[in-house]
């Protein structure tokens, strides 16, 4: 694949677009004194609903060279599994959840969990929010990229993608973060449009699709049992414990900000995946013998005119780095102040943390060898398995959860999923057993304590 003069112009330009939004998010916002944490991680609160929607819907969809791989693959299996699912969260977020985190005035999600239940959950929640904001699939995404126009490995292709997005991250805030997530939310839109567009005016509808693809293709399940499907309803689920998500509702100006943009979000999420889905199913008709986890790039340069495939190119960076950087700084805050809280605000800390998580990613990202899908299914079925139950119990019933019993169930869950995962040759799937066990460990902690007294049975805990 090579860009021709006029595409690599639009490239560079829309680039240097991107960077400038950096340095003018990166203006200091507190010109009479020192810049607070409140300022640096929330941008102070301040966070109106276009901004709000823009960066929600900018940093939700880095994976998009991984679900335009599913969409090859499987057809509309992929919209059921990374899109209806998660529609379905958003909407218990807007109206479930939004008005009570609110309440907390918290920072970050491992300090709403320290208040909800005490210091220990803090600690374990800031452990998986580590783990869940560590950018592997993205970062995995953003090689691919890079390995299809040059001739370099994977893993250098990763540490120059990681490195640049690394550095600029290191420049400001949330507020840099969200200010180039605006730029890159209309590229990024309009890309994905653009190639469905194309395709459309080129090839046809969906006769040309129905004659040109498997049955499976069309089917809801994609060829899987029912169970592998569900196994992403829960893995969605663990949107309810993203830490991205709690991020952009605790900098927004109120709760009805936060509401009506996540469901202004979730409209925009649905167009996106009509267009990724589609695209992943064109690329699959029209070469059927390409990689798939690089078909939707080569097939969209192959529909796509001059002139507007470095467009494109700029759109597909967006949407991977718009997700990159947000979670490498939501994931060294949490190194640098979740698990060593502190008033005082210190940049140097934040840059260590970056590097430190910069290093990690790459570590990770060899490990799963390239295979995003596996990197979700992995990071997700943790969370949603061993985390989401008692997070939103603890929602449901404030106050009803010690410290010790919170920590209690999540080690139980982690142990039970880990255990499955490893040992047990039964095609029930890990997160099920993992959801099963968090919940019939608080059982039985209630249980025990209703028989044997209000003694604390969970020393072991502490």
Same mark, same amino acid.
């Given at each position: 694949?090579?860009?021709?003069?006029?595409?690599?112009?639009?490239?560079?330009?829309?680039?240097?677009?991107?960077?400038?939004?950096?340095?003018? &998010?990166?203006?200091?916002? +507190?010109?009479?004194?020192?810049?607070?944490?409140?300022?640096?991680?929330?941008?102070?609160?301040?966070? +109106?609903?276009?901004?709000?929607?823009?960066?929600?819907?900018?940093?939700?969809?880095? &994976?998009?060279?991984?679900?335009?791989?599913?969409?090859?693959?499987?057809?509309?299996?992929?919209?059921?599994?990374?899109?209806?699912?998660?529609?379905?969260?958003?909407?218990?977020?807007?109206?479930?959840?939004?008005?009570?985190?609110?309440?907390?005035?918290?920072?970050?999600?491992?300090?709403?969990?320290?208040?909800?239940?005490?210091?220990?959950?803090?600690?374990?929640?800031?452990?998986?929010?580590?783990?869940?904001?560590? %950018?592997?699939?993205?970062?995995?995404?953003?090689?691919?990229?890079?390995?299809?126009?040059?001739?370099?490995?994977?893993?250098?292709?990763?540490?120059?993608?990681?490195?640049?997005?690394?550095?600029?991250?290191?420049?400001?805030?949330?507020?840099?973060?969200?200010?180039?997530?605006?730029?890159?939310?209309?590229?990024?839109?309009?890309?994905?449009?653009?190639?469905?567009?194309?395709?459309?005016?080129?090839?046809?509808?969906?006769?040309?699709?129905?004659?040109?693809?498997?049955?499976?293709?069309?089917?809801?399940?994609?060829?899987?049992?029912?169970?592998?499907?569900?196994?992403?309803?829960?893995?969605?689920?663990?949107?309810?414990?993203?830490?991205?998500?709690?991020?952009?509702?605790?900098?927004?100006?109120?709760?009805?900000?936060?509401?009506?943009?996540?469901?202004?979000?979730?409209?925009?999420?649905?167009?996106?995946?009509?267009?990724?889905?589609?695209?992943?199913?064109?690329?699959?008709?029209?070469?059927?013998?390409?990689?798939?986890?690089?078909?939707?790039?080569?097939?969209?340069?192959?529909?796509?005119?001059?002139?507007?495939?470095?467009?494109?190119?700029?759109?597909?960076?967006?949407?991977?780095?718009?997700?990159?950087?947000?979670?490498?700084?939501?994931?060294?805050? +949490?190194?640098?102040?979740?698990?060593?809280?502190?008033?005082?605000?210190?940049?140097?800390?934040?840059?260590?943390?970056?590097?430190?998580?910069?290093?990690?990613?790459?570590?990770? &990202?060899?490990?799963?060898?390239?295979?995003?899908?596996?990197?979700?299914?992995?990071?997700?079925?943790?969370?949603?398995?061993?985390?989401?139950? %008692?997070?939103?119990?603890?929602?449901?019933?404030?106050?009803?959860?010690?410290?010790?019993?919170?920590?209690?169930?999540?080690?139980?869950?982690?142990?039970?999923?880990?255990?499955?995962?490893?040992?047990? %040759?039964?095609?029930?799937?890990?997160?099920?057993?993992?959801?099963?066990?968090?919940?019939?460990?608080?059982?039985?902690?209630?249980?025990?304590?209703?028989?044997?007294?209000?003694?604390?049975?969970?020393?072991?805990?502490?």
């Amino acid at each position: 694949m090579e860009l021709n003069t006029f595409d690599l112009s639009v490239f560079i330009f829309l680039t240097f677009l991107t960077i400038a939004a950096v340095f003018y &998010g990166n203006k200091k916002t +507190t010109p009479d004194g020192p810049e607070t944490l409140i300022d640096y991680l929330l941008m102070g609160r301040q966070l +109106t609903l276009p901004l709000f929607l823009m960066t929600l819907v900018a940093t939700w969809y880095g &994976g998009i060279l991984g679900v335009t791989q599913i969409a090859y693959e499987k057809g509309i299996y992929n919209f059921i599994t990374q899109g209806f699912f998660w529609y379905v969260t958003y909407i218990i977020f807007a109206f479930f959840l939004v008005n009570r985190i609110r309440r907390y005035e918290a920072l970050t999600l491992p300090d709403l969990v320290g208040k909800m239940f005490g210091k220990k959950a803090r600690i374990l929640a800031a452990i998986f929010n580590l783990f869940n904001v560590i %950018p592997i699939a993205y970062t995995i995404s953003l090689g691919i990229l890079i390995q299809s126009f040059f001739s370099i490995s994977f893993f250098y292709s990763m540490l120059i993608g990681l490195g640049v997005v690394s550095t600029y991250c290191m420049l400001g805030g949330f507020r840099a973060v969200v200010f180039s997530d605006v730029v890159q939310f209309f590229i990024m839109c309009l890309s994905v449009l653009l190639v469905l567009i194309f395709s459309y005016t080129q090839y046809g509808g969906l006769d040309f699709l129905k004659g040109a693809l498997p049955s499976t293709h069309f089917e809801l399940t994609g060829g899987n049992s029912l169970g592998q499907t569900f196994v992403w309803g829960f893995i969605a689920l663990s949107t309810l414990v993203d830490p991205n998500f709690y991020q952009r509702c605790f900098a927004a100006k109120n709760s009805q900000v936060a509401k009506k943009g996540i469901l202004l979000a979730t409209f925009v999420w649905f167009l996106f995946d009509i267009c990724t889905t589609l695209g992943g199913m064109y690329a699959r008709a029209v070469m059927p013998e390409v990689n798939s986890n690089q078909a939707y790039i080569h097939y969209s340069f192959s529909v796509l005119p001059n002139g507007l495939k470095g467009f494109f190119l700029a759109g597909l960076v967006a949407t991977i780095v718009s997700t990159i950087d947000s979670y490498i700084f939501v994931a060294s805050n +949490t190194l640098s102040f979740d698990f060593f809280p502190r008033k005082r605000f210190s940049k140097k800390f934040h840059h260590i943390g970056v590097l430190f998580v910069g290093i990690i990613t790459l570590l990770m &990202g060899t490990i799963f060898d390239g295979n995003i899908k596996n990197v979700w299914k992995t990071i997700g079925s943790y969370s949603a398995s061993c985390l989401l139950f %008692p997070v939103i119990l603890g929602h449901i019933i404030p106050g009803k959860i010690s410290d010790n019993e919170f920590s209690l169930m999540v080690l139980i869950g982690v142990i039970t999923t880990t255990c499955w995962k490893l040992t047990t %040759p039964l095609p029930l799937d890990e997160l099920y057993v993992g959801v099963l066990s968090t919940m019939l460990s608080l059982i039985f902690i209630k249980a025990y304590k209703r028989i044997f007294g209000p003694r604390d049975c969970l020393k072991t805990v502490s």
